[in-house]
């Protein structure tokens, strides 16, 4: 094997960070249970973060499981993006607004299809050959017509990430599952590790990359000893295993970044801009089974737990399966179960009911009773004590961005590196006065994008009126020259004729 260079195969623990109880273990007791066909899913057609998307099918349309229902659009008339498909094989119900999952309760273009029962597969990806014999721009283009996007969450378009070719020297796959409740990527590691690292060596062809890496948590042994065994199964010496402390949130891409490869990204700088490219490993899993079955992405796993459902688990469920279905497969909800929360509690956002969809960004979905649900805090003033300093991944301020949220002073907080929140939720965590710091930032990072927006429209304004101030000027100009002219024109034009009329005068006389 290679000697690995560049990365810690076991980084120091970091300073920053919180350690809340993990509660991970209920999901972990059985394996990935492989949901059916629902009866009925409703896809909403955007799920990739910064692209629209428009239909490809028409209402009442027969449609196979796999095939592409939607596309997503780059902005500005750019290239088609990711492609949407169909779970299941039925026919198109309706097409219109449905409720969402989301931060804010929204309704967005959905595709309904009703299930035919008979789950007929899309044949049109088959026999797609070896992706380690194509070219990057090949592979890059199938992944966006296989729909992938990153299922950590963000849903930020694969393909694009790999466009960085020539840039990158090393891929991170990331399944260092920090956040509490949720375990889809550790149970994905310690079953599937041989289709993760697949993926990871197709990825590595598409972006250019010498190795990669893949960071587990140290409360992971099973999944790293799987990863492992699957490595010397295959005998590749150019993809490593990085174990990092299991500590919040050091599964976000910059802070793993930083444990592993021991790099900051700059402000306002992407990983690729210094060689790394960083990807869930259930991104990567999923390239390896579009290239091996020519399977899109119709599923993904979720984890299902917290104490109001009766068997916690994680189900690989159909992208449009409603939410209170999986309940049902994980042996029903509890009848005290009071809240449902998508995503983990520190960064997961709360939903009004389960009869919303499961998306491409659905990794978990907890459900709690009451007695799991802090109870309303009063908030109390800054003692200025510094824990959230202390805690702080980005190594930011919050007090001070505070005192400057307060003050709605936006060139305070761009100075105190409001941008470079990520919004985690440890302040909050440690904060004694329960002042809720997270949502003051994320309300200011609003209000800061409503300022730029005013701004720019303020000098887009004034490079308006300083134009049309120039025309009429021009145009002013223009017809005072004009004048001038016709006055030359008009004397001169008199003066002839005066001499005209002297010259007859005399004439008559003479």
């Known amino acids: 094997m290679k000697t690995p260079v560049g990365f810690n195969l076991q980084p120091p623990r970091p300073l920053w960070g919180i350690r809340p109880p993990t509660r991970k273990s209920a999901s972990m007791l059985r394996p990935i249970l492989v949901a059916y066909a629902p009866e009925r899913v409703v896809i909403p057609i955007r799920q ?184 010397d199964a295959d005998g590749c010496d150019d993809v490593h295993v990085s174990v990092v402390t299991a500590k919040y949130p050091a599964g976000g891409e910059r802070q793993l970044i930083q444990l592993i490869m021991g790099r900051e990204v700059p402000e306002g700088a992407l990983p690729s801009d210094i060689g790394f490219v960083c990807h869930n490993v259930g991104t990567a899993a999923a390239i390896a089974d579009f290239f091996r079955d020519g399977r899109p992405l119709i599923s993904r796993i979720v984890t299902v ?53 499961v998306t491409k960004a659905t990794n978990c979905l907890i459900l709690m009773q009451p007695r799991e649900i802090s109870p309303p805090r009063r908030e109390m003033p800054c003692i200025r004590c510094g824990e959230c300093n202390q805690v702080c991944p980005a190594q930011l301020l919050p007090q001070e961005l505070l005192r400057a949220s307060r003050q709605h002073d936006i060139d305070a907080l761009r100075e105190f590196g409001l941008d470079a929140c990520i919004e985690c939720g440890c302040c909050d965590y440690v904060c004694p006065s329960y002042i809720p710091l997270t949502a003051r ?24 009126f300083e134009a049309r101030e120039a025309r009429l000027a021009g145009a002013r100009e223009a017809r005072e020259l004009d004048l001038k002219a016709q006055v030359v024109e008009a004397h001169v034009s008199e003066s002839i004729a005066d001499v005209m009329a002297r010259v007859n005068a005399r004439d008559d006389q003479g």
């Open 441 to 464: 930032f994320a309300a200011s990072k609003l209000e800061a994008a409503e300022h730029d927006a005013e701004m720019a429209q303020a000098v887009r304004a004034r490079a308006r």
């Open 305 to 357: 737990t917290g104490s109001g459902i009766n068997e916690p688990l994680n189900i690989d469920a159909r992208i449009g399966t409603l939410m209170a279905d999986l309940s049902e497969l994980a042996d029903g909800r509890r009848d005290d179960a009071s809240h449902l929360i998508m995503g983990g509690p520190m960064m997961g956002v709360s939903l009004p009911n389960d009869e919303l969809p």
């Open 48 to 231: 990739c973060l910064g692209m629209a998307a428009a239909p490809i099918v028409e209402l009442g349309q027969q449609v196979q499981t796999g095939q592409p229902i939607a596309a997503a659009i780059h902005a500005f008339g750019g290239p088609s993006g990711p492609q949407v498909h169909a779970s299941i094989s039925g026919t198109v119900e309706s097409l219109g607004a449905h409720a969402v999952p989301g931060p804010m309760a929204s309704e967005e273009i959905c595709v309904t299809i009703r299930s035919d029962g008979l789950d007929r597969r899309f044949t049109g990806y088959d026999g797609l050959g070896d992706p380690l014999q194509m070219s990057p721009e090949q592979i890059c283009t199938l992944i966006a017509e296989a729909g992938i996007v990153g299922l950590g969450g963000a849903m930020f378009s694969t393909a694009s990430k790999l466009a960085a070719r020539g840039k990158v020297h090393t891929l991170i796959l990331n399944g260092a599952e920090c956040e509490p409740y949720i375990t889809c990527d550790e149970i994905l590691l310690r079953e599937h590790a041989a289709e993760v690292l697949r993926g990871a060596k197709i990825m590595m062809r598409a972006l250019g990359a010498t190795q990669a890496v893949i960071g587990v948590e140290s409360d992971m042994p099973e999944a790293r000893v799987a990863v492992h065994d699957a490595i």
